[in-house]
């Protein structure tokens, strides 16, 4: 038996090679013309936490620009008398994830917590052409933690439009 082709494979073949061919010139020339970014690709795997203390951590992933969130600044407040008050302000590492814990020995304790991130300061200092004002600014992550002899991690997915986060482990 003679097997025919699907003619409308063949149009769908013809139409990818077709719109990869007319798109790869203009996606290389804003390659070109794109500013340099600081973002910092991850190149070795996160260190494993299993058997450290409990602790609040952090983890900040570009999806914009496709990398970790060096230099992303972040305020660390937690509720306290009705309103939110001012812990720390720290900035993430090369690697997304700030030097330290955001909390951890004594200072680790149930609560409210906010984490501010300044996703409209970080664009700013890659440079990303973007409309002003920024869409997103500062991007309050508030979470509760419950019980303070168990970890609580907080991975981040950001663009200069949305953002995603939960409760990591």
Excluded: C
């Amino acid at each position: 038996m003679q097997q025919h082709a699907n003619p409308r494979r063949g149009f769908l073949a013809a139409g990818l090679a077709l719109g990869g061919s007319t798109l790869a010139p203009r996606i290389a020339a804003a390659a070109d013309a794109a500013p340099a970014a600081t973002a910092v690709p991850l190149t070795a795997a996160p260190t494993s936490q299993a058997g450290t203390s409990p602790r609040l951590t952090f983890h900040a992933v570009d999806i914009f620009s496709g990398a970790t969130a060096a230099g992303l600044k972040l305020d660390l407040l937690r509720f306290e008398d009705g309103a939110f008050r001012l812990l720390k302000t720290v900035q993430a590492a090369a690697g997304g994830r700030p030097a330290e814990p955001l909390l951890v020995g004594a200072a680790y304790q149930p609560g409210r917590y906010e984490v501010a991130m300044h996703v409209g300061e970080y664009f700013e200092r890659l440079g990303a052409s973007l409309p002003r004002p920024a869409f997103l600014s500062t991007v309050p992550l508030r979470i509760v933690i419950h019980d303070a002899s168990r970890r609580v991690h907080l991975p981040v997915l950001f663009s200069p439009w949305g953002y995603s986060f939960y409760r990591g482990s």
